[in-house]
């Protein structure tokens, strides 16, 4: 399967700064998503991240908030925004290598003070 | 949209012991329907999927059953052991689009 890395591990930032989390895998993939799980909870869509073109956001997230680029197959990236301590979650980016199996990077810890 | 309900949110079970963790689904659509299984600190690993033209599948101690009428599914662990304990998921999506998550289930197997 894939190999999957998201950099940085974990960071913790100062409100009102913004954060860049990359995600490189080592195989072109053609599904890629990311997803924020806050402490103790489930895994939330925040958007999937579209090759070449801009990607689609769930309902209650933004692109302002939350900017993603997706320049090629194998690498995108998720920027958190002017960020406040409810951003503190992890955050992952996603892959599908077929129409079915997703697999997980292994996340990144982001803590806001 | 999709929307994926998980029960129970939290399940012990003696070590030896079956333990069965059921989810529902709202889209009819939807014909992927995977579970993870994330141990603390670490990412979600996929451990068993099941596709919407197979009613039951099976790997060793773990099998996944589908009922595509009622939309369920489920998850069954035989003869837990320790190391079984962990958050489970389950999720269903349409082949090659998001999958959408249940809110997860802990599961706490006793020696």
């Known amino acids: 399967s894939a190999v999957i890395s998201q950099k940085p591990s974990r960071d913790i930032c100062q409100r009102g700064t913004s954060l860049t989390i990359q995600c490189q895998v080592d195989?072109?993939?053609?599904?890629m998503f990311w997803y924020r799980q806050q402490p103790g909870q489930s895994l939330t869509l925040i958007a999937t991240?579209?090759?070449?073109?801009?990607?689609?956001?769930e309902s209650g997230f933004v692109i302002d908030k939350f900017p993603i680029s997706r320049p090629n197959l194998t690498f995108s990236t998720l920027t958190v925004s002017n960020m406040s301590p409810e951003d503190s979650s992890i955050y992952l980016c996603?892959?599908?290598?077929?129409?079915?199996?997703?697999?997980f990077g292994p996340g990144t810890r982001l803590t806001v003070t | 949209g999709e929307n994926v309900e998980q029960h129970p949110s939290t399940l012990s079970v003696q070590e030896g012991d079956s333990a069965v963790i059921k989810c529902t689904y709202s889209?009819?659509?939807?014909?992927?329907f995977p579970w993870y299984k994330q141990e603390l600190g670490k990412r979600p690993q996929l451990i068993i999927d099941?596709?919407?033209?197979?009613g039951e599948k099976k790997d060793q101690r773990i099998a996944v059953t589908l009922n595509k009428t009622a939309k369920h599914f489920s998850l069954h662990i035989t003869e837990t052991q320790p190391e079984d304990s962990a958050v489970y998921f389950c999720?269903?999506?349409?082949?090659?689009?998001?999958?959408?998550f249940g809110k997860g289930t802990t599961l706490s197997v006793s020696s």
């Open positions: 996603s892959l599908g290598t077929s129409a079915y199996e997703q697999y």
């Open positions: 195989s072109q993939v053609t599904m």
């Open positions: 991240a579209n090759q070449g073109s801009e990607a689609t956001y």
């Open positions: 889209d009819s659509a939807s014909n992927y």
């Open positions: 099941i596709r919407s033209n197979v």
């Open positions: 999720a269903a999506n349409q082949a090659g689009t998001a999958l959408i």
